[in-house]
């Protein structure tokens, strides 16, 4: 017979590793189906020192104490891409590449995706030097000259970090102050002033990356008198924010104008037994305490839907 399961739960950030652990308390037949890392964002970020109980942790060390949590209860994992929805109908319909998996409801827990530069020839660069402020990218520069784009947090981290590697690190942000933490942005003046190799490129904005195969250069425009300049690099980082890429979920969910999905304090999106949870949805704040809160939240109204009680 076909298989229906009460929840499927797409993603495997902690808002989604949250409502999978709060559904299987509450034993609900459930599904979660992540694409890559468990952990999401978290599994990339270098220190975790704001989430309750844990003073200073890794991002990877953080995301595989959530995974086994996850794991201790028993919960159906599948490691694919959904590719589709249909959520508009009573039985919920998850397509992955090789497969369609039903359920009664479904949470969605994508997070947010990396925002590109937008020049030319972009996908070209990308592992030929060019990259989205990966870890695992770091260290391919020791001794020569990065690019670090962006003014926040991984932008600010990322050039910290290159500084002790590389030659020689171009922070290039396209606002005059960076709007990272403000102890960041204070250790990146406190690295600026003990003479490491950053060089602050404010108010500018890469316009194209010049190299054959692999990178050799960056134009960079700076802003207030459109004058162009010519960097030589080897590599580019860019950190330049995240956005909602919600492609894959059905259109009749509704969104805001920036695409993020609309719900009420249940989590519950406009179709019924739909609920978005973590960075994904409309929230005043995407942080790992308000993922994991969401997620908590979203399975207790799953639960609650399927008695008919909302
Ligand atoms: C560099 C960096 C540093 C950060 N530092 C902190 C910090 O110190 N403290 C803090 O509280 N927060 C921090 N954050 C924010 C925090 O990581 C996010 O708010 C949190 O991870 C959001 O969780 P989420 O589950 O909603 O989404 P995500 O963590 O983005 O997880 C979404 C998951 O869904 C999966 N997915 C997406 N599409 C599909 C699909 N089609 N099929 C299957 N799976 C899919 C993805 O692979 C991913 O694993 C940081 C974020 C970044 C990028």
Redesign the pocket.
């Known amino acids: 017979m076909e298989e229906i399961f009460d929840l499927i739960i797409?993603?495997?950030?902690?808002?989604?590793?949250s409502a999978g652990i709060y559904a299987m308390q509450t034993k609900l037949k459930t599904l979660l189906?992540?694409?890559?890392?468990?952990?999401?964002?978290?599994?990339?970020?270098s220190?975790?020192?704001?989430?309750l109980g844990f003073q200073k942790i890794s991002?990877e060390e953080l995301s595989k104490k959530m995974y086994e949590h996850l794991l201790s209860t028993n919960i159906k994992i599948c490691n694919?891409?959904?590719?589709k929805t249909i959520l508009n109908e009573n039985i919920k319909q998850v397509f992955?590449h090789n497969n369609c998996y039903k359920s009664r409801t479904v949470i969605i827990?994508?997070?947010?995706s990396i925002r590109k530069l937008g020049v030319d020839n972009e996908n070209k660069y990308l592992g030929h030097g060019l990259s989205y402020?990966t870890l695992n990218d770091r260290d391919k520069f020791q001794n020569k000259c990065v690019a670090v784009v962006g003014g926040g947090?991984?932008a600010i981290?990322d050039a910290i970090y290159l500084s002790e590697k590389v030659k020689k690190v171009y922070l290039i942000h396209r606002r005059n102050e960076f709007r990272a933490d403000r102890k960041l942005v204070e250790m990146l003046y406190e690295k600026i002033n003990n003479n490491t190799q950053i060089e602050l490129k404010l108010e500018y904005k890469p316009i194209s990356i010049v190299g054959e195969n692999e990178i050799n250069q960056l134009k960079i425009i700076h802003i207030p008198d459109e004058k162009i300049e010519t960097i030589d690099v080897d590599g580019i980082f860019v950190a330049i924010g995240?956005g909602a890429d919600t492609d894959?979920i059905d259109i009749n969910v509704n969104r805001n104008n920036s695409g993020y999905i609309i719900t009420d304090e249940q989590m519950k999106t406009n179709l019924p037994g739909v609920f978005a949870?973590?960075?994904?949805r409309n929230t005043p704040l995407?942080?790992?305490?308000?993922?994991t809160s969401?997620?908590a939240i979203a399975s207790i109204s799953a639960l609650n839907y399927i008695k008919g009680n909302i």
Request: avoid cysteine; proline fraction near 2%.
């Open positions: 797409i993603g495997g950030g902690p808002a989604s590793m189906i992540e694409r890559n890392t468990f952990g999401g964002q978290i599994a990339t970020t220190s975790v020192d704001n989430y991002g694919e891409e959904v590719t992955t827990g994508i997070g947010t402020s947090n991984s981290e995240r894959i949870v973590g960075d994904i995407r942080q790992i305490v308000t993922a969401d997620g």
